[in-house]
């Protein structure tokens, strides 16, 4: 029996899960189990608007895996064995493989900065959006400090803004906001902030977050009755302590099929994988990681049929960014993420980006029963210098 087991249900460890099923469905010798803390799948590209207030609809794994013959383990992964090729599950259970796919994703870094943890709310899970909803509707008026000046914190700012329009909303960041797009689109992306009421805080480096208050380098401080903490991002220690070679963040490095460069039976896929392209390091979206899902179970398709896996490459394509519900900015980049000239902008980006956000569960849906056809189809590298 081969048995494979994969961590995580994410964007990423979902796409491997449905994937690799599919292309093993008339094998009665592979046994995959999914493990993942929650039955929910959390759509991390739409949490800004459960902070929000707005209802989502509950899209349960158990109900999308059935008929696929997967084993759903609901619980947390407490520790990986490498060498016995083992994994504990609540520190109860104990799962035994024969390839691993390690899909754990990213949370918000809350440890680099004192007081975060105590005193600022994240967008790290679905319960987490649902706490600050009720906490922000209960506020009424008041300043509400989006820490973190990236595209998460911008368009969690965005909708805040525009769902509770008396409240006072800051977005402070070292860098400033659509940084990484073109001259057009950071434009637009600045105009839809002011109009919205959007207070931005650039060049800030925050050393403090308290009661109250947000501690600027320098001694300046912004009031503030709700911290909202978007920056930075860690990963978790599970893969360093197993022995899995990892970089200076303890994301898996992985060869060039993304398989572990130190245990070759590991495939690291999304957030939790440093999977190294022409331009770099690729960094962790929902539109790189399910690329890297979908890649993990081609090659361990290809394992079992005695095939050697295939060389993973990835280009983006662009970059969406929602600015409320009605207005959106789209940079398109090239292959390396760096931005081109075009750019989508107002009713038709908002609607593109909502496409783009939704797609994922139903892609999941079509990827059980076709999981040889271009449903998840991403831009291939190509040449990385222009």
């Avoid at 407490?78 to 109860?92: C, F, I, L, Y």
């Avoid at 079509?366 to 449903?375: A, D, N």
Wanted: charged share 20%; proline share 5%.
């Amino acid at each position: 029996m081969n048995r494979i087991v994969i961590l995580g249900a994410g964007y990423a460890g979902m796409a491997a899960t449905v994937s690799l099923a599919a292309r093993t469905t008339r094998r009665d010798d592979v046994h995959i189990t999914l493990v993942n803390a929650d039955e929910r799948f959390t759509e991390r590209l739409r949490l800004h608007q459960t902070a929000s207030g707005q209802q989502l609809a509950e899209l349960r794994i158990p109900h999308l895996l059935d008929g696929t013959g997967v084993d759903f383990v609901r619980g947390w992964v407490t520790g990986v064995d490498a060498a016995a090729r083992t994994v504990r599950v609540d520190d109860e259970r104990s799962l035994e493989y024969d390839r691993l796919v390690y899909a754990l994703g990213s949370v918000t870094d809350t440890a680099a900065v004192p007081g975060v943890d105590d005193h600022a709310y994240t967008l790290n899970s679905a319960p987490d959006a649902e706490l600050l909803a009720r906490r922000l509707a209960g506020l009424g008026s008041g300043t509400v400090a989006v820490c973190g000046s990236g595209l998460t914190g911008v368009e969690a700012a965005a909708e805040l803004a525009e769902r509770h329009p008396a409240l006072d909303v800051v977005l402070i960041g070292r860098q400033e906001p659509g940084s990484t797009m073109g001259p057009k689109a950071r434009a637009y992306l600045h105009g839809a902030l002011a109009l919205l009421g959007v207070r931005v805080v650039s060049g800030a480096e925050i050393v403090t977050v308290r009661p109250g208050a947000v501690d600027l380098a320098g001694g300046d401080s912004v009031p503030a009755d709700l911290v909202l903490w978007t920056s930075g991002v860690r990963v978790s220690p599970l893969a360093a302590a197993a022995g899995l070679r990892v970089d200076e963040r303890g994301r898996v490095v992985t060869d060039p099929t993304l398989r572990s460069v130190s245990h070759p039976q590991v495939y690291a896929v999304g957030d939790a994988a440093a999977v190294r392209q022409g331009y770099g390091i690729v960094h962790g979206t929902c539109q790189s990681g399910m690329p890297t899902g979908v890649h993990a179970a081609q090659s361990i398709a290809r394992e079992l049929t005695g095939r050697q896996p295939g060389r993973f490459r990835f280009g983006y394509l662009h970059a969406p960014v929602s600015l409320g519900r009605r207005d959106a900015v789209v940079q398109f980049t090239h292959p390396d993420d760096s931005p081109r000239r075009l750019c989508l902008t107002g009713r038709p980006a908002a609607w593109y980006k909502e496409t783009v956000s939704s797609s994922p569960w139903p892609s999941f849906a079509r990827l059980k029963r076709f999981p040889s056809v271009g449903l998840l189809a991403w831009r291939r590298g190509g040449r990385y210098t222009r």
